[in-house]
């Protein structure tokens, strides 16, 4: 077929993608801002740009992939989050925007000026590569169990140049044997093993292991809030991404272990997103 103009090639896919995306005229943008290399502004300033046969082969690709359900983020090959561009695969979760909160509320602690800081489960390194890309006196570990996703994490750490941060394999705290942190974080696995939302989505295209856990998908929760109280520094921070649903019975979890000022912090659609905690021991 001949070449499409930027303004018929976003219609076409938009039109497309309607049936299988809520955000089916910004999916369209993306990939077809991937395709031609340019910022957005230029689909408005060119509409009428013809693609090449090269890039209308590539953009039929991409839509064809999108429509199969495959993950806007996996199709490009990266994904946007604090402003930082983070190179993403099928061997880690994409970070998604309510992980912010996260970040943005341990960036508001009072923390020593050299912190020591444990981003549990890292993946990409997302939440890791955020705090130490903001505090630069900190020094940000990131762990996750699985080799790729370090090797993934330090990839953008490398791409990013940040370098007040490292990255290693350990399963939770398995490779952290007397090591003392002012600051836990972590975005475990929380989500039921039954849950319905695991066959929808971009999820099915996401390693289970880094969304799901048994117990009501609370196991994973209740091991990280166990075993934090020994990598602690005394008055030390947990924080913990979960379930919407979830901040009631995460909230027992650290009472039962005996924490302190535990409270919980929502996202930007005001759902119940963080817990956090201290470590007086």
């Known amino acids: 077929m001949p070449s499409q103009t930027l303004e018929q090639a976003l219609a076409s896919a938009a039109n497309a993608f309607f049936a299988c995306s809520d955000t089916a005229k910004l999916d369209a943008q993306v990939l077809l801002l991937d395709v031609i290399g340019q910022s957005r502004s230029y689909l408005f300033t060119w509409p009428d740009k013809a693609l090449t046969a090269q890039q209308q082969t590539q953009f039929e690709q991409a839509v064809a992939r999108r429509l199969a359900g495959e993950p806007i983020a996996h199709i490009i090959g990266y994904r946007e989050f604090w402003s930082l561009k983070l190179k993403v695969s099928p061997a880690t979760l994409i970070p998604r925007p309510d992980t912010e909160t996260l970040v943005e509320h341990a960036l508001s602690l009072a923390l020593p000026e050299h912190a020591k800081v444990l981003d549990l489960g890292t993946g990409t390194g ?156």
């Open 126 to 281: 997302a939440i890791a590569l955020a705090l130490a890309s903001e505090q630069f006196n900190w020094q940000v570990t990131g762990c996750d169990r699985i080799e790729d996703a370090v090797v993934l994490a330090q990839t953008n750490q490398a791409a990013l140049e940040i370098k007040n941060c490292r990255f290693v394999q350990s399963n939770w705290f398995s490779a952290f044997s007397t090591e003392q942190f002012d600051l836990i974080v972590s975005n475990p696995p929380y989500i039921e093993q039954d849950d319905p939302h695991l066959s929808q989505g971009d999820v099915r295209f996401e390693p289970l292991s880094a969304l799901v856990a048994p117990d009501n998908g609370l196991a994973d929760i209740r091991t990280i809030v166990n075993q934090a109280r020994t990598f602690l520094t005394s008055g030390g921070y947990l924080l913990l991404e979960h379930g919407y649903q979830q901040a009631e019975q995460v909230s027992a979890i650290f009472l039962q272990m005996a924490y302190k000022d535990i409270r919980t912090i929502k996202d930007l659609a005001g759902n119940d997103r963080v817990t956090l905690a201290r470590w007086y021991g």
